[in-house]
């Protein structure tokens, strides 16, 4: 199988964004699955923190190795939003293909600091690393009651990018342009400075990530992939997509308590919304 370098290179080329699908248990897993097997696309498979030390970093790692066996696609796992160097080191030495250290909330110098270390080890072992530069103004996946607003200050400045890039050997770069996590209940969309991402662009030959793919109008997301935004992370959406249909499963089921039945449709719902995802970011046949 091809390396994940080569899928980032191919994609900045060929103009398309690798989805990355968080997931925190085995059935969210198979509905993604078997959405990039419909539609024979790479993708990543994102655990936080949070969601690795949950599922187990070693037990991640060896589902994603025997996906990739049975299924012959390019599935690789990446470590996002980590935020110490010791629990990257416990990913990396547990086989992970890649790992985000997010330093956004440290000052430049320091997130630069510990980016180098991150990049350091990760090549030793063949690692791809996310580096970041920019807030997404939230570090959790939520639902807002009320209008998010973006701070100009956590936009990505594109002299930033390129020093951080240059000093510290990340392959990959997230950028902040417009997007947070989450989903705006109030309705309003995110989003995307296309003008700033331009900018960072052209001083940043780094293959980009847009984070906060949730909610995003489909519109910014297509001229985003095209001045080159490589990867793109979901997670809210494959939650409420999940929840809300095991919600809905158990309340019709009230007596059902085999739960490989009424997980079937909430996979199912994970799978839809994947294969929505995968369409719109361009990756069909690019396995
Ligand atoms: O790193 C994960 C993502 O940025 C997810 O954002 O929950 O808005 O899809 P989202
Ligand atoms: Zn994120």
Known sequence: MKTLKYYFAKAKKEKFAIGQFNFSDWSQVKGIIAAA????SPII???????????????????????????GLPIFLNLDHA????????????????????????PL??????????????????????????????????????????????LTSSADAQLYVKKTGVDVLAVSVGTFHGIDNSGASPNIRLERL???????????????????PEKDVAQAIGLGICKININT???????????????????EITPYKYLAEPIEAVRAVVEEKIKLFGSVSKA
Do not use: W
């Open 45 to 71: 498979l994102g655990t936080s923190e949070g969601e690795s030390k949950f599922v187990g970093s070693q037990e991640a790692v060896a589902m994603v190795k025997i996906l990739r066996r049975k299924t």
């Open 198 to 216: 331009k900018e960072i662009a052209e001083k940043v030959a780094l293959p980009l990530v847009l984070h906060g793919g949730s909610g995003t």
């Open 237 to 255: 959406d494959i939650r409420l997509a999940f929840s809300a249909r095991l919600r809905k499963m158990l309340e019709i089921n009230k007596d």
């Open 37 to 40: 097997a419909n539609l024979k």
């Open 109 to 154: 110098e320091e997130n630069i600091k510990i980016s180098k270390k991150v990049a350091a080890l990760a090549k030793k072992h063949g690692v791809v690393v996310e580096g970041e530069v920019g807030r997404f103004g939230t570090d959790a996946s939520r639902l807002y009651k009320e209008k998010f607003e973006i701070k100009e200050e956590d």
């Open 83 to 106: 935020k110490s160097f010791e629990y990257i080191k416990e990913a990396i030495l547990a086989g992970y293909d890649m790992v985000h250290f997010d330093g956004s909330k440290l």
